[in-house]
């Protein structure tokens, strides 16, 4: 049976990805900031907390770097504080994972698999996120690069690019009266994406079909970057 470490995976997106792969056949390590039921407590900041999983938890086949948080705040007013939680969360938590992983596989000689999940916000920027932004964009060519180094190591790296989905995060601004009309009017497909739309994606990417893809950041938003 393969193995799949799962960050940020208490909730949302990771949360479902872990339930995906589960009825896939996989066996899924559940991974957030809090232990939890059936959850494993890693800080993806500390690297020491991911040498910590992967030798308690491990060996793993697959990790999927889904943690993440978003404050909104305009460049003019976001703070030093927020950019660096920002940064270290959703950027150098994806390249501490990515690092750690991999070093085991190479190490063992196994090959594997890497999706982390970027956003459309890597490519299109929206008002009151720029560390948010700048984050994804770091984690779509991050992506890109490792996968560049890493395919000698029969190890594939990719990421999901989700747009707008029904999530935790995304409640947030769904709460503000009108936000969800007008986000859905800047969609093609006239909706919000669900949790289990992404997972599919991320399933695919892990399997065994999709052994010829590397490098690739895949949106999944329903259109919203052709607009």
């Not at 990805?17 to 039921?37: H, I």
């Not at 995304?170 to 709460?175: A, F, V």
């Amino acid at each position: 049976m393969k193995r799949a470490l799962i960050t940020g995976a208490a909730s949302g997106i990771g949360a479902d990805v872990a339930a995906t792969l589960t009825r896939a056949g996989w066996e899924s390590v559940r991974t957030d900031v809090k232990s939890g039921e059936d959850v494993v407590a890693l800080d993806v900041t500390d690297p020491d907390a991911w040498a910590r999983v992967l030798s308690e938890h491990g060996p793993f086949d697959a990790l999927v770097n889904s943690a993440g948080i978003r404050e909104r705040a305009r460049l003019l007013e976001v703070t030093l504080d927020q950019w660096e939680r920002t940064m270290a969360v959703n950027l150098t938590g994806t390249f501490l994972g990515m690092q750690a992983f991999a070093r085991t596989l190479v190490e063992s000689g196994r090959p594997g698999s890497i999706v982390n999940v970027a956003s459309v916000n890597a490519e299109k920027p929206v008002v009151g996120q720029p560390h948010y932004c700048a984050s994804k964009a770091g984690v779509a060519m991050l992506t890109r690069a490792s996968a560049l180094e890493l395919a000698r190591h029969q190890i594939r790296v990719n990421a999901i690019a989700p747009g707008a989905i029904h999530t935790p995060m995304l409640q947030d601004r769904l709460d503000d009266p009108g936000q969800e009309e007008a986000l859905v009017k800047r969609i093609p497909r006239r909706r919000l994406g669900l949790p289990s739309e992404i997972s599919a994606g991320v399933e695919y990417l892990l399997s065994d079909g999709a052994d010829y893809v590397t490098g690739v950041v895949l949106p999944i938003d329903g259109g919203f970057l052709l607009t």
